[in-house]
């Protein structure tokens, strides 16, 4: 089964054509790709994270305004079967991670900023978090420094708790990601590995 969202899109295509101005005859490179590290955070990084303004978008992602998730979709919490306790910390890391389900499985993670620093979690493929990191960086280049809350995401203040809910449809590995800046090319994802 399949489910659609457009929200996130339509402000990101939004942000991207203000953002880009005069720039759209620029051909677009493809995003590189972001290969999750166990690296610490250093200064470095922070600073790459920091001037990082001119991350290309890729604009066929969000031309058709949809995404679509492969892996499953949003259920209510009322169908979850368990509840996975997931704590984000400031040491970039989920825990615990890896997280295991199984194909057919509602599973409800309820997610704890166990941190002081704000967190973000978002539950997506690796294509699907490196678009949101993207995405992402575009709005903190354009000043806006606030993630809402997304069918398969939220943002998260220190000590603060949500809960995502989701049925998984298709066996393979997706990911719990943190893309406040510089947390995800830390390191900051866990693997779901769905088993069949
Ligand atoms: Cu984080």
Redesign the pocket.
């Given at each position: 089964m399949r489910h659609t969202k457009t929200t996130t899109s339509i402000v990101a295509l939004g942000l991207v054509l203000s953002a880009c101005g005069a720039e759209t005859a620029v051909t677009v490179p493809t995003l590189p790709p972001v290969i999750a590290t166990t690296m610490p955070m250093n200064d470095t990084a922070m600073d790459d994270m920091a001037t990082e303004d001119s991350m290309p978008m890729d604009m066929d992602e969000h031309a058709d305004d949809e995404h679509v998730f492969e892996f499953g979709e949003p259920a209510d919490a009322s169908s979850a079967a368990r509840i996975i306790d997931v704590s984000?910390?400031?040491t970039?890391r989920f825990t615990p991670d890896p997280i295991t389900v199984k194909v057919g499985e509602t599973v409800t993670f309820r997610i704890t900023n166990d941190?002081n620093?704000?967190?973000?979690v978002v539950l997506d493929d690796m294509a699907g978090q490196d678009a949101h990191e993207a995405e992402m960086a575009e709005m903190v280049a354009s000043g806006n420094m606030t993630m809402a809350d997304e069918e398969n995401g939220f943002a998260l203040l220190a000590g603060e708790s949500k809960a995502l809910t989701w049925t998984f449809t298709e066996a393979g590995t997706v990911f719990l990601g943190?893309?406040?800046p510089g947390?995800?090319a830390?390191g900051?994802i866990a693997s779901v590995i769905v088993e069949p």
């Open positions: 984000t910390l400031d970039f941190g620093v704000p967190h973000d943190c893309h406040q947390h995800y830390a900051m």
